[in-house]
């Protein structure tokens, strides 16, 4: 095997194997040349950087050894019916569903979309000269990311969304559900790439969920890119299972005057680690960036965000939010970088904290890198348990401390969830939450 | 309807209330002043049942039962309620949630059904007319970013919305404007009735020119020092407290 030579670092044997094995499959040889040499650059990428190490800076807190050490197979796609999935996801008009990272179309459900907007798996929509192939891999530019190296090689499916008309103002709700399953340790590689042509909306939602029992590994890419005076409200679900392992690196791309709002909830996933890449590089780029993580039991979540201010006139809004409960662990590093041209950059940056156990634990680190002069940055980031003064509050109008937890806890998680601006989206994020609450009480 | 038998309160190991005996019945309202750091807002608190404030000794007798160790919930279920001098903002929990899941735990003790939330509606809008607040107030969050006067008219809604039997209004009437005050004070007047009681907790006097007390106690140094009728607080308009304290010093020294 050829591929093995290249081997350097210590635990990407099995991913080796992986590679090789997708090397030889049919589908492989009949992708376009620069897609297959995105996949051998990114392999030559991993086979260099190896997993990350704990001395690594970004990797202090969060470790994916367990998955450098397990043994991960590709292909146990279950058995799902059309009946399981309709029950997952928000009422979208588009759901397109991947099953362990390979697109299902019999699971699917396209309905009739406007012609202003196109989904479909991204893999065959990569041929040379189209929009997909022009627009790949240009915003996920971390190439010292291995698991953006691992994710450039080993990838299987997505979903590549497109807006293409500036006349289309009406919201076309899109769903990309992630379906997890099996107990055999799988392995998930999934790409999508949302592109917003000039003056286009897109509405989308991608969530990753697993099956009961489910145990695997994801390492997912998703790349987002907002030409002038687009619209993109992307929010994202997290929530696998108790022994999945989720990485994710988000990449955003923003031209003139688009605008971006996207949404990140997390929660019932054993170890999640979510890199948020936000390049601003027109004037008038303007994002809101909104994010939930919830840990219970001895879940591990790490939220890593870089704020990049390209271009002056750029605004930011960040807002991270976590609730810790059990023996959960959170982690946020939350990065704005105003760059040397970027004057009149207008930038938030916070991230709230409500611990609920002794036993949780969060860590968190907002930081500005400012290299212009005039500019406008805040941030700040707080690390809290209930507090007493309103439990008792509670309590003196006659509501349990029980209820009163509930509401207060709702009420630190609404306070972020309540951004998303499509009403579908919301309440199905809403839902989410009040589930992940109430199990959370019953444990 | 309440009866205060010797109370010694401390909180975090210091005593701040050292012995107060007082009796409230029904359709009466006392009013308590005091300086600063008198004791006066614990005396509030201990009777809602903070747990910050241990009694060490003493009892508190509500409706012909010892409530010392009654938690804070029921004692507002069996209609003691507290008005408090700094109300609590509550980021994310709007206004009529805390109010109907009051209103509703207290129906519930009473053995009454729960209120939906269109017939909360009804009742909450009815009330909150009473007290000059726009019915906007009721999506937002409990007293976050509320002016000061709206947050004391906030918490007369809520008394307005549980209709407790007991009603301790501690320094109800710090920091508001007149036109405030009086909206606060007609609130209160249009609620008194043979069934119910008011324990008034003020430090200036100018809040019983608008609601008439049937008594007035002086508390000084965790002690209830002076009591007397309404025109005790023509005295401490004119005088200030200190002239109560020569007087405990006076016969502090002829003992």
């Given at each position: 095997m050829s591929t093995t030579a290249t081997i350097t670092k210590t635990g990407i044997e099995q991913f080796a194997t992986h590679w090789a094995a997708l090397q030889a499959e049919e589908w492989y040889g009949a992708?376009?040349?620069?897609?297959?040499?995105?996949?051998?650059?990114?392999?030559?990428?991993?086979?260099?950087?190896?997993f990350p190490q704990k001395g690594q800076e970004a990797w202090r807190?969060?470790?994916?050894?367990?998955?450098?050490?397990?043994?991960?197979?590709?292909?146990?796609?279950?058995?799902?019916?059309?009946?399981?999935?309709?029950?997952?996801g928000p009422p979208a008009v588009a759901t397109l569903v991947l099953v362990n990272g390979v697109y299902h179309r019999s699971l699917s459900q396209i309905d009739e979309l406007p012609e202003s907007v196109s989904v479909n798996p991204l893999l065959d929509q990569l041929n040379d000269g189209t929009v997909a192939h022009d627009y790949f891999a240009t915003a996920a530019i971390d190439k010292e990311h291995p698991f953006l190296a691992m994710?450039?090689?080993?990838?299987?499916?997505?979903?590549?969304?497109?807006?293409?008309?500036?006349?289309?103002?009406?919201?076309?709700?899109?769903?990309?559900?992630?379906?997890?399953?099996?107990?055999?340790?799988?392995?998930?590689?999934?790409?999508?790439?949302?592109?917003?042509?000039?003056?286009?909306?897109?509405?989308?939602?991608e969530s990753f969920l697993g099956t009961p029992n489910y145990v695997g590994f994801t390492n997912a890419v998703t790349e987002l890119i907002a030409l002038d005076n687009a619209?993109?409200?992307?929010?994202?679900?997290?929530?696998?299972?108790?022994?999945?392992?989720?990485?994710?690196?988000?990449?955003?791309?923003?031209?003139?005057?688009?605008?971006?709002?996207?949404?990140?909830?997390?929660?019932?996933?054993?170890?999640?680690?979510?890199?948020?890449?936000?390049?601003?590089?027109d004037e008038g780029a303007e994002i809101t960036l909104g994010g939930l993580y919830l840990v219970n039991g001895h879940e591990h979540s790490d939220n890593r965000t870089?704020?990049?201010?390209?271009?002056?006139?750029?605004?930011?809004?960040?807002?991270?939010?976590?609730?810790?409960?059990?023996?959960?662990?959170?982690?946020?590093?939350?990065?704005?970088?105003?760059?040397?041209?970027?004057?009149?950059?207008?930038?938030?940056?916070?991230?709230?904290?409500?611990?609920?156990?002794?036993?949780?634990?969060?860590?968190?680190?907002?930081?500005?890198?400012?290299?212009?002069?005039?500019?406008?940055?805040?941030?700040g980031s707080t690390v809290g348990q209930l507090d007493d003064d309103a439990m008792f509050y509670f309590q003196s109008r006659g509501i349990d401390p029980a209820q009163a937890r509930q509401m207060m806890v709702n009420g630190f998680a609404y306070a972020v969830v309540d951004q998303i601006g499509v009403p579908a989206f919301k309440e199905y994020f809403e839902n989410q939450v009040t589930n992940w609450m109430t199990a959370a009480d019953g444990a | 309807m309440l009866s205060i038998k010797n109370l010694h309160v401390e909180i975090e190991g210091q005593e701040i209330l050292k012995g107060i005996s007082l009796e409230v019945k029904a359709g009466e309202l006392h009013a308590i002043?005091?300086?600063?750091?008198?004791?006066?807002?614990?005396?509030?608190?201990?009777?809602?049942?903070?747990?910050?404030?241990?009694?060490t000794s003493g009892e508190i007798i509500y409706r012909g039962e010892t409530i010392n160790d009654v938690v804070p919930e029921e004692r507002a279920r069996a209609g003691l309620f507290m008005s408090f001098q700094y109300p609590v903002s509550i980021p994310g929990v709007n206004n009529i949630y805390l109010l109907q899941a009051g209103v509703n735990a207290r129906r519930k003790h009473q053995d009454l059904e729960e209120l939906d939330a269109v017939d909360f509606l009804d009742l909450v809008k009815t009330k909150i007319a009473q007290v000059d607040l726009d019915e906007s107030f009721l999506y937002r969050a409990v007293n976050d970013g509320f002016s000061g006067g709206e947050k004391k008219r906030n918490e007369i809604l809520q008394m307005l919305a549980l209709e407790?039997?007991?009603?301790?209004?501690?320094?109800?009437?710090?920091?508001?404007?007149?036109?405030?005050?009086?909206?606060?004070?007609?609130?209160?007047?249009?609620?008194?009735?043979p069934e119910r009681a008011f324990v008034v907790i003020t430090h200036y006097q100018r809040l019983l020119?608008?609601?008439?007390?049937?008594?007035?106690?002086?508390?000084?140094?965790?002690?209830?020092?002076?009591?007397?009728?309404?025109?005790?607080?023509?005295?401490?308009?004119?005088?200030?407290?200190?002239?109560?304290?020569?007087?405990?010093?006076?016969?502090?020294?002829?003992?």
């Amino acid at each position: 095997m050829s591929t093995t030579a290249t081997i350097t670092k210590t635990g990407i044997e099995q991913f080796a194997t992986h590679w090789a094995a997708l090397q030889a499959e049919e589908w492989y040889g009949a992708q376009p040349t620069a897609l297959r040499k995105v996949r051998s650059a990114g392999w030559d990428r991993f086979a260099r950087l190896g997993f990350p190490q704990k001395g690594q800076e970004a990797w202090r807190q969060t470790t994916f050894a367990a998955i450098s050490e397990g043994s991960f197979t590709r292909d146990d796609v279950g058995q799902l019916s059309g009946s399981d999935v309709a029950v997952c996801g928000p009422p979208a008009v588009a759901t397109l569903v991947l099953v362990n990272g390979v697109y299902h179309r019999s699971l699917s459900q396209i309905d009739e979309l406007p012609e202003s907007v196109s989904v479909n798996p991204l893999l065959d929509q990569l041929n040379d000269g189209t929009v997909a192939h022009d627009y790949f891999a240009t915003a996920a530019i971390d190439k010292e990311h291995p698991f953006l190296a691992m994710n450039d090689a080993l990838w299987t499916g997505g979903v590549f969304v497109h807006g293409s008309d500036a006349d289309g103002d009406e919201t076309v709700p899109l769903h990309i559900l992630h379906i997890g399953t099996g107990e055999d340790h799988v392995m998930n590689q999934t790409r999508s790439l949302v592109v917003a042509e000039a003056g286009s909306k897109l509405a989308v939602t991608e969530s990753f969920l697993g099956t009961p029992n489910y145990v695997g590994f994801t390492n997912a890419v998703t790349e987002l890119i907002a030409l002038d005076n687009a619209r993109i409200a992307y929010n994202r679900l997290v929530a696998e299972g108790r022994k999945a392992s989720h990485m994710a690196n988000i990449f955003v791309s923003q031209r003139r005057n688009s605008k971006v709002d996207l949404f990140s909830l997390s929660h019932t996933t054993g170890l999640v680690r979510q890199e948020f890449n936000v390049d601003l590089m027109d004037e008038g780029a303007e994002i809101t960036l909104g994010g939930l993580y919830l840990v219970n039991g001895h879940e591990h979540s790490d939220n890593r965000t870089r704020m990049a201010h390209i271009a002056p006139h750029a605004r930011s809004r960040e807002n991270f939010r976590g609730i810790l409960d059990g023996h959960g662990e959170g982690v946020f590093n939350g990065l704005i970088v105003v760059h040397p041209d970027a004057q009149q950059t207008d930038a938030d940056l916070s991230n709230h904290n409500l611990v609920l156990s002794d036993h949780a634990r969060v860590h968190t680190n907002p930081q500005l890198e400012i290299y212009a002069d005039d500019v406008r940055c805040t941030h700040g980031s707080t690390v809290g348990q209930l507090d007493d003064d309103a439990m008792f509050y509670f309590q003196s109008r006659g509501i349990d401390p029980a209820q009163a937890r509930q509401m207060m806890v709702n009420g630190f998680a609404y306070a972020v969830v309540d951004q998303i601006g499509v009403p579908a989206f919301k309440e199905y994020f809403e839902n989410q939450v009040t589930n992940w609450m109430t199990a959370a009480d019953g444990a | 309807m309440l009866s205060i038998k010797n109370l010694h309160v401390e909180i975090e190991g210091q005593e701040i209330l050292k012995g107060i005996s007082l009796e409230v019945k029904a359709g009466e309202l006392h009013a308590i002043m005091g300086p600063n750091g008198a004791g006066k807002s614990t005396l509030a608190q201990v009777l809602a049942g903070r747990d910050a404030c241990k009694v060490t000794s003493g009892e508190i007798i509500y409706r012909g039962e010892t409530i010392n160790d009654v938690v804070p919930e029921e004692r507002a279920r069996a209609g003691l309620f507290m008005s408090f001098q700094y109300p609590v903002s509550i980021p994310g929990v709007n206004n009529i949630y805390l109010l109907q899941a009051g209103v509703n735990a207290r129906r519930k003790h009473q053995d009454l059904e729960e209120l939906d939330a269109v017939d909360f509606l009804d009742l909450v809008k009815t009330k909150i007319a009473q007290v000059d607040l726009d019915e906007s107030f009721l999506y937002r969050a409990v007293n976050d970013g509320f002016s000061g006067g709206e947050k004391k008219r906030n918490e007369i809604l809520q008394m307005l919305a549980l209709e407790p039997e007991l009603s301790i209004l501690d320094e109800t009437d710090s920091g508001l404007d007149i036109d405030a005050m009086k909206i606060v004070a007609e609130g209160v007047n249009g609620f008194r009735s043979p069934e119910r009681a008011f324990v008034v907790i003020t430090h200036y006097q100018r809040l019983l020119n608008y609601i008439e007390p049937d008594f007035i106690h002086v508390l000084m140094d965790g002690r209830l020092v002076k009591s007397g009728g309404p025109e005790l607080a023509g005295d401490l308009e004119k005088r200030g407290y200190a002239w109560i304290q020569a007087e405990l010093n006076e016969a502090a020294l002829s003992d």
